[in-house]
C-alpha cells in the first residue's frame, strides 16, 4: 500500500497548490472555476481508485481492526490525520466551517468519497452503523437526571416522562421546528435517553407550540431542515445529514446498541414510538413518520417531502416512502412536490389514523396505552427486519453519502436555499 499512499498525497498536494493560488471560490471568474473543477476531479478520481482497493483496510486500521467504536467526526478526522491526500486536514476543515455554503471549497464531497467506500463493505460499514447506534456521551451524563426527575429541558426538544411514556416535545418555535444541528444533537440524546430508562416502555414525538405570529399557539410538527442554516454552511455532511440519519433515526426504528451480560440474545434496546403531527410535516419531518410504529394526524394537517425543489436527496425517504406509498405517489411527493392533505384518501399510507385536533391528546394517550406490550416490541423489530433489512439500509446509505455531499455543493442547491432562506421560517402556504 506504500506505492498508492504515495500517489494519493502527490494527487492531493498537486490539486491543493492550484487551489491555494487561486481567489476565494466565491470570488473565481469562470475560468479560474473550471481549474479548479479539473484540479478536484483530478484528486478525486485517484482518491476513489485508492479507496476502492484499500477503503477497507484504512477503515480496520482507524478502528484497531473493529475493535474501536468511532463515531463519524471522529472516523473522518483520523483518516484525514492518516492518509494524506485523502480528506482535508483539521485546519481547512475548520476554516471552512466559519464560511457561507456559497464561499466553501466542497472539501465534504470528499468525505462522502470515503464514506461511501466505508459503509459499501459489509463488514466495515455494519461496524460504522453499529457504533452510530450507541448512546451519546451526552446521554449516558445526563441519564442519571433524567432517571431522578423524570424530566429535562436540552434546549430544542423538551423530554419528559409520564408514566411508563416518554413524551418527547420539539420546541423551536423560531424556526416551526426546521432541523439544525443543535436539534439533531439533542433529538440524538433524547432518544437515548428514553430508551436508556428502564421506566420508559413507550416513547411519543409532538411538536411544541409555536409563536410565529401566523401559528401563535399553535402546534406544529416540523418544517424540515432549516433552510436558513444551511444557506450559512451550517449544515454539515456528517454533523446534520449523516448523524440525522445513522444517529437517532436509526435508534427509533432498529434500538439503541448496548453490551451488557444479558444483551447476547438482544443487543439492542427497542422501544414503540407514535408521532402526533400538527399543521404539518414537511421534508425531514415527512421522513421522520416513516420509521414510526403509529402516526396520528390531525385533520387540518399535511404531509410533503419537496426535495426537488430544495434540490437535496430526502434522507432515506427515497428508501422508505417507495414503500409505504408505491412508486407513483413517491415520484409525485418527491419530484413533483405534491403535498398529502390529512383528509384525503392516500395520507392514509403514510398515516394510521386522522384524528380531529382537539382529541389529538385522547388519541395519544390510547395509541400508547395500546402500544405499551413487551411483545409488540418483539413484533416491531420482525416487522422492522422484514421491510427494511439492515443490509439494504446499508446500502443506501452509501450511495446518500456520496450524492447528497454532490447535492449539497452544487450550484442549483446554493442558487435555491439563497433564495428560500430568508422565507425559510414563514409560513408554507
Known amino acids: 500500500m506504500a506505492a498508492a499512499r504515495r500517489t494519493l498525497a502527490e494527487a492531493g498536494e498537486r490539486a491543493d497548490t492550484l487551489l491555494a493560488a487561486l481567489p476565494e471560490p466565491a470570488d473565481r471568474t469562470p475560468e479560474q472555476q473550471a481549474l479548479a473543477t479539473d484540479a478536484k476531479n483530478a484528486a478525486r478520481s485517484v ?18 481492526g473493529h475493535r474501536l467504536d468511532l463515531r463519524l467526526p471522529e472516523l473522518v478526522a483520523g483518516a484525514a490525520a492518516g492518509w494524506p491526500g485523502l480528506l482535508a486536514n483539521a485546519e481547512r476543515t475548520a476554516a471552512e466551517q466559519g ?14 468519497l470515503f464514506l461511501r467506500e466505508v459503509l459499501r463493505s459489509p463488514a466495515s460499514g455494519r461496524h460504522l452503523i453499529d457504533a452510530m447506534a450507541l448512546p451519546t456521551a451526552r446521554a449516558l451524563q445526563l441519564l442519571p437526571e433524567f432517571q431522578r426527575t423524570g424530566e429535562l429541558d436540552l434546549g430544542s426538544v423538551r423530554l419528559e416522562r409520564r408514566g411508563s411514556a416518554a413524551h418527547l416535545t420539539m420546541c423551536r418555535p423560531d ?20 430508551l436508556l430508562d428502564p421506566q420508559v416502555r413507550v416513547c411519543v414525538l409532538r411538536g411544541g407550540e409555536m409563536t410565529h405570529p401566523r401559528y401563535r399557539g399553535r ?3 416540523s418544517a424540515g431542515i432549516n433552510l436558513k442554516s444551511l ?22 426504528l432498529r434500538g439503541l446498541r448496548v453490551e451488557h451480560a444479558g444483551s447476547w440474545h438482544t443487543p439492542v434496546i427497542e422501544k414503540p414510538w407514535v408521532a402526533a403531527v400538527d399543521t404539518f410535516a414537511i421534508g425531514g419531518g415527512a421522513q421522520l413518520l416513516m420509521v414510526f410504529d403509529r402516526v396520528l394526524a390531525a385533520a387540518d394537517s399535511y404531509v410533503s417531502l419537496p426535495a426537488a425543489q430544495e434540490g437535496i436527496v430526502p434522507g432515506a425517504g427515497n428508501l422508505r416512502l417507495s414503500r409505504l406509498a408505491g412508486g407513483r405517489v413517491s415520484r409525485q411527493v418527491v419530484l413533483w412536490g ?33 402500544l405499551d406490550s413487551p411483545a409488540v416490541v418483539t413484533n416491531r423489530r ?3 427486519l422484514a421491510e427494511e433489512p439492515p443490509e439494504q439500509f446499508q446500502q443506501y ?32 402556504s
Open 47 to 64: 482518491r476513489s481508485r485508492f479507496l476502492r482497493l484499500h477503503g477497507d483496510a484504512v477503515y480496520q486500521h482507524l478502528t484497531d
Open 175 to 194: 424556526c416551526l421546528n426546521a432541523e439544525d444541528e443543535r436539534q439533531v444533537e439533542d433529538m440524538e440524546t433524547a432518544v437515548d435517553l428514553a
Open 219 to 221: 402546534r406544529v410538527f
Open 382 to 384: 420482525m416487522l422492522n
Open 231 to 252: 444557506h450559512s454552511g451550517e449544515i454539515s455532511l456528517t454533523g446534520f445529514l449523516l448523524r440525522r440519519e445513522l444517529g437517532y433515526i436509526n435508534k427509533i
Open 99 to 112: 464560511r457561507p455554503q456559497a464561499a466553501k471549497e466542497d472539501l465534504e464531497i470528499d468525505q462522502g
Open 397 to 428: 446509505m452509501a450511495e446518500f453519502a456520496m450524492q447528497q455531499a454532490l447535492r449539497l455543493y452544487s450550484q442549483d442547491v446554493i442558487g435555491k436555499v439563497g433564495r428560500f432562506s430568508a422565507a425559510a421560517t414563514t409560513a408554507r
Open 338 to 370: 405534491r403535498r398529502i392533505q390529512a383528509a384525503e384518501p392516500d395520507a392514509r399510507l403514510l398515516v394510521d389514523e386522522v384524528v380531529e385536533p382537539d382529541r389529538m391528546d385522547q388519541a395519544v394517550a390510547e395509541s400508547l396505552e395500546r
